[in-house]
């Protein structure tokens, strides 16, 4: 089955990190710039993170960057979003996407062809 599944949502105190997981089955991510989006009732979908395919550059929202950090790991056709020093703000249902364009900000340029269903992260007060 063609598709993305996100993992490792849950959650936290204040100050403490949590790391997401998408998982491509039926297709290469390699050959796809991937985002995390994230949104939370009455509030528009925001891209927070994103990653190239080839070059690998990464960009960040505003909100985020200097905490979380998006990488890849080829081997396991897998993409991550580590997330440090996390605060009640960050509390949203997380989702990956993935397109066969690039990286536009810190979201993706033009269709998003794979969403994820997404994972929640809470953060206590």
């Known amino acids: 089955q063609v598709g993305l599944v996100e993992s490792g949502g849950g959650l936290v105190q204040p100050g403490s990190s949590l790391r997401l997981s998408c998982a491509a089955s039926g297709f290469t991510l390699d050959y796809y710039a991937v985002a995390w989006f994230r949104q939370v009732p009455g509030k528009e979908r925001e891209g927070i993170s994103c990653?190239?395919?080839?070059?690998?550059?990464?960009f960040y929202a505003d909100s985020v960057k200097g905490r979380f950090t998006i990488s890849r790991d080829k081997s396991k056709n897998m993409v991550y979003l580590q997330m440090n020093s996390m605060e009640p703000e960050d509390t949203a249902n997380y989702s990956c996407a993935a397109a066969s364009s690039w990286c536009e900000g810190a979201g993706l340029k033009g269709y998003v062809e794979i969403w994820g269903q997404g994972t929640v992260a809470a953060v206590s007060s």
């Open positions: 990653i190239n395919s080839g070059n690998g550059n990464t």
